[in-house]
């Protein structure tokens, strides 16, 4: 029997042989796209397991060895919006623990650069960005050490005294093999599964996979009605049930079959492209992208199997009666209840509004459990969605298109959903994580800062400022380099107060201002200034390093003289450009250089570590958005050509009977836009309200309208939608032909 399945498959003329190669090359589409994904989750577990290496010395991070004890000193820098890690090494004996990528550690005046940053210093003056770096470059940062090509990082030799003055400098015995379980300030490698993001990067997966599989399952249906009434005929001739269940699993196993292999020859020819999208913000390595044997068995034995089941199912439609005659018989109606599990996901995020979670675990699994069940809602609901609304127009017009289409979705509603079910939860995701990552950016502050702002650098010491130790004085030349800076606009020193002078009472604890000497301050004017006639002015410290423009605000006089506040040690400096990226970051390298135990930053360096994440989920967003579209396109425009041509004998009958053509492009136009545009508003509005539910259990925050990028773009990928509906009308005219309705 399998043997004449093959033979019917392939030897059923043109028409079978076409419908054979379509639905292989649908399924191709989507396995590699499917694989992709995979490949693409595969590729961020990858880049994180490369770059624990960067948490050596956090607490937890490592355990002890016999190995000669290794001076840490790790720090992160930045060049122009780019973060660098840096690391400086000392080792205490010769048999210290080695750093991945390195066949040795550098010595005293040495250091390794990765490919991406090695390319910067080359690209880059010295005065911008080299010489933050003391001695030579010795060589090349290997690939084992880094996440991503683009990866900025540098390894530096010192001497054990030169790292034991950093801040933040340990001894080792071993370098971090793993992320530490408490990663919250200190790590510098906590990759993109930090708990923040875990909830994020698993829905946009999701996402990501769905409609791949709805493509897949859309494909292997293609010509369903064409072939049911082929597999009747077969019953009416003697054809037992399961002879037919055997020959409708062959024909879609073979398709799917070849498809399967063309997808991954698709996914092989994908991974260049692939390597270059930044999901995570950075570029993967090629050799990241590969796949699981658990993933290759999955895809190479499941995607034939669903092939088969969904040809099986489909047969549900054919029953021969005693007689021999066949028909087809609709479906039961899908019910009201389908809309349980939506309703069910909505109710647990709305329940965690006033029942906060305690912990990071719980929180993660609360939320994600609520979404995706929220998203499986979406899928399950749609069905019925249409149904009720098909209902609902036909008993509001008597237009004949409206009429014939609404019946027919009526008839099946799930064939209705099923093409556009891919941009549903794309609509979903990117509207929930958009309006989350809108709503932060509101409520914390923009990224860069203001402009006034953004022409500043400030140097602190690493850490606690108020534990830091403090400069003594900064030495002229140090003043000096600066003012030759092109670009320099002013500097100012910010003292110690080690008499508290102007300190006053915030809540629990005393506030101690900093003080500032006003002819300084007067060349930052963006901080604020001083009273009139005043010499010394007492500055919340906070100030220095706040996203916000003083320049209005005038400080308080502190009762001390000029020189005596010349005196005292300094805290940190704050200089003003005029802008420029050169002059800020010579800037940088002249503190970085001359104050190894202090950090020079600019004001969008300061934004918190969130509010960096932020950029990479929109990446995430916008991948899943832009890679979605084109799948729910693809999946859409196979159904409406697939129920073309199902149809197509109903169709040619109609306008034999006299109908005119433009009256079955608008039953195929309504039957189409209907489920796309009404479940597509369900999905933007389920979006924003649990997209609210999170914000206001997890940050207490109100929701904040997206940008107009989200509406453009959404606005975009449902007209390009409804264009692919458009564009498969001109077929009506030829498959319903007079031909088509004498040999159907």
């Not at 499917?34 to 994180?48: E, P």
């Not at 072939?227 to 699993?249: H, K």
């Not at 929180?363 to 098909?390: D, K, N, R």
Request: with cysteine; glycine share 10%; proline share 7%.
């Amino acid at each position: 029997m399998i043997a004449f399945s093959l033979r019917l498959a392939v030897s059923g003329g043109r028409e079978a042989v076409a419908r054979l190669l379509m639905i292989a090359a649908a399924v191709a589409i989507g396995v590699g796209l499917l694989l992709s994904t995979f490949s693409g989750m595969n590729a961020i577990d990858r880049a994180n397991e490369r770059q624990n290496w960067m948490n050596t010395g956090v607490q937890g991070a490592t355990a002890a060895t016999s190995a000669d004890p290794l001076w840490w000193g790790a720090r992160g820098d930045y060049y122009r919006g780019k973060r660098i890690f840096r690391v400086d090494l000392a080792p205490t004996g010769p048999a210290a623990p080695s750093v991945p990528g390195l066949s040795r550690l550098p010595a005293p005046g040495e250091y390794y650069a990765s490919p991406a940053l090695e390319k910067l210093l080359r690209d880059t003056p010295a005065v911008e960005l080299g010489d933050r770096f003391p001695g030579r470059l010795a060589g090349t940062l290997g690939d084992d050490a880094l996440p991503s090509p683009d990866t900025l990082a540098v390894v530096v030799g010192r001497t054990a005294d030169e790292v034991e003055a950093l801040p933040r400098a340990h001894t080792v015995t071993s370098v971090a093999t793993a992320l530490p379980a408490d990663c919250s300030a200190d790590c510098y490698g906590a990759g993109v599964h930090g708990d923040a993001l875990l909830l994020v990067l698993t829905v946009v997966a999701a996402a990501l996979i769905f409609p791949v599989l709805i493509f897949i399952g859309t494909a292997t249906r293609l010509s369903a009605a064409t072939r049911e009434q082929r597999y009747a005929a077969m019953r009416l001739v003697g054809a037992t049930p399961g002879q037919v269940s055997v020959i409708s699993a062959v024909e879609s196993t073979v398709a799917a079959v070849i498809g399967t292999v063309g997808g991954f020859v698709l996914y092989v020819a994908l991974k260049p492209l692939v390597a270059d999208v930044p999901f995570t913000g950075d570029r993967f390595f090629a050799a990241d992208l590969g796949l699981t044997l658990p993933q290759v068995a999955g895809v190479v034995l499941g995607v034939p199997l669903a092939a088969a089941l969904a040809a099986r199912f489909a047969l549900r439609r054919v029953t021969v009666s005693p007689l021999g005659v066949s028909r087809r018989v609709t479906p039961k109606p899908p019910s009201p209840w389908r809309l349980t599990p939506l309703v069910a996901g909505l109710a647990e995020l709305g329940y965690f509004v006033g029942s906060h979670p305690k912990t990071t675990n719980a929180q993660s699994l609360a939320y994600l459990s609520g979404f995706v069940l929220v998203m499986l809602g979406l899928v399950v609901a749609g069905p019925w969605l249409t149904l009720a609304t098909a209902r609902a127009v036909a008993r509001r017009t008597s237009r004949p298109a409206s009429l014939i289409a609404m019946r027919r979705l009526s008839d099946d509603p799930r064939a209705g959903f099923r093409s556009v079910a891919g941009l549903v939860l794309a609509l979903f995701v990117t509207t929930g994580t958009l309006a989350i990552m809108s709503t932060i950016d509101a409520n914390q502050g923009a990224l860069e800062g203001v402009p006034s702002v953004r022409k500043a650098i400030v140097a602190t010491p690493f850490g606690n400022r108020e534990e830091a130790a403090a400069l003594p004085s900064v030495p002229d030349r140090v003043l000096t380099g600066a003012r030759a800076v092109p670009g320099f606009q002013g500097i100012a020193l910010i003292h110690d107060n080690p008499a508290k002078v102007g300190a006053y009472q915030q809540g629990p604890r005393p506030v101690v201002p900093s003080l500032v000497i006003c002819s300084e301050l007067a060349q930052i004017p963006v901080v604020g200034h001083c009273a009139p006639g005043a010499a010394v002015a007492a500055v919340d410290q906070f100030q220095f390093v706040d996203l916000l423009d003083a320049s209005q605000h005038e400080w308080p006089t502190a009762p001390v003289s000029a020189a005596e506040v010349a005196g005292l040690p300094v805290r940190m400096l704050y200089a003003t450009t005029d802008g420029s990226e050169a002059a800020k970051e010579q800037l940088r390298t002249l503190f970085t250089r001359e104050f190894p135990s202090y950090e020079p930053r600019l004001a969008e360096d300061w934004s918190s570590e969130g509010q960096r994440k932020l950029q990479g989920w929109r990446q995430l967003a916008d991948a899943v958005l832009l890679t979605t579209l084109p799948i729910a396109g693809c999946s859409l425009a196979v159904s409406v050509v697939a129920g073309l041509s199902d149809r197509r004998r109903p169709f040619a009958i109609l306008r034999l009977t006299g109908a005119p053509l433009r009256l079955l492009h608008r039953v195929v136009g309504l039957e189409s836009a209907l489920p796309l545009l009404v479940v597509s508003a369900l999905a933007i509005g389920t979006g924003f309200a649990a997209a609210a539910m999170f914000l206001a259990s997890q940050m207490k925050y109100d929701l904040v309208s997206p940008g107009l990028t989200y509406y453009g773009l959404t606005g975009f990928g449902l007209a390009a939608s409804l264009g692919i509906i458009a564009s498969t009308l001109p077929l009506l005219r030829r498959i319903t032909g007079p031909e088509a309705a004498r040999n159907g």
